[in-house]
């Protein structure tokens, strides 16, 4: 697996037989190989996460599939396709091979659980801990329930690939969500996402934090794309 970091929250997995854009907002999408399927997730309507460009695919690959949470579907209008799947929160579907399962995000939309040759994808999309200083004690309180109760799934799960939130704007609580993630599943392969442009949280993360030894955490300043 081949893995390209976009920008943000936006990925690219490359297989030997298909490719999944997750999270697109900008950045250069690479040249793709037609005879391939392509999959198009997008885990929320926010501009951070969805771009509209990504339908422009259609224009030059014959084999694009889109799927994206059940939220998105206004802010797709018109551009609905065939080949376009709208899922809602906790559920499981099977998609052209891909086992897939969503999760309900503590803040827009969804984040998705995909199954595939043996191996599994988790993007959190905005399912993050949201733990904000100065925020309503009450509503940070609600945030951890939530939040926990909803990663719960992914408990004493072994994840082969993930990318969840490292998000600067959170002050001295950015790590939690990470921190929770890395202790209550086995993730091999973790990718810090949502960090806008501010490469040195990554840097900051990883200075104050022992990484589980089964972990090997990506720092996206080192190149572009990953081989897993």
Same mark, same amino acid.
């Given at each position: ?14 297989? #030997? ?25 997008? @885990? ?7 771009? #509209? ?8 690959? #014959? ?41 309900? @995000? ?85 990718? #810090? ?36």
């Amino acid at each position: 697996m081949k893995v390209t970091y976009l920008n943000h929250s936006g990925f690219l997995l490359e297989w #030997p037989h298909s490719y999944w854009l997750f999270d697109y907002y900008k950045g250069e999408i690479p040249a793709l190989d037609a005879e391939k399927d392509i999959f198009v997730f997008c @885990s929320h309507s926010h501009h951070d996460h969805f771009n #509209p460009e990504v339908f422009d695919l259609l224009k030059t690959y #014959p084999k694009v599939t889109y799927v994206f949470s059940d939220e998105m579907r206004e802010a797709c209008g018109k551009l609905q396709t065939p080949e376009m799947h709208f899922l809602e929160d906790r559920t499981d579907t099977v998609i052209k091979g891909l086992k897939i399962h969503t999760l309900k @995000s503590t803040d827009m939309g969804c984040a998705f659980v995909i199954e595939y040759e043996d191996r599994t994808v988790y993007h959190a999309g905005d399912l993050h801990w949201w733990y904000w200083d100065g925020e309503d004690p009450d509503w940070n309180k609600q945030m951890t329930a939530d939040y926990k109760n909803e990663i719960e799934y992914l408990k004493g799960k072994t994840l082969d690939v993930a990318f969840t939130p490292l998000d600067p704007r959170q002050g001295n609580e950015y790590a939690l969500g990470m921190n929770y993630l890395l202790e209550i599943a086995t993730v091999k392969n973790a990718f #810090p996402m949502h960090i806008w442009d501010d490469i040195s949280i990554i840097d900051k993360y990883l200075e104050e934090y022992e990484i589980p030894q089964e972990t090997k955490f990506y720092h996206l300043k080192e190149e572009t794309f990953y081989e897993i």
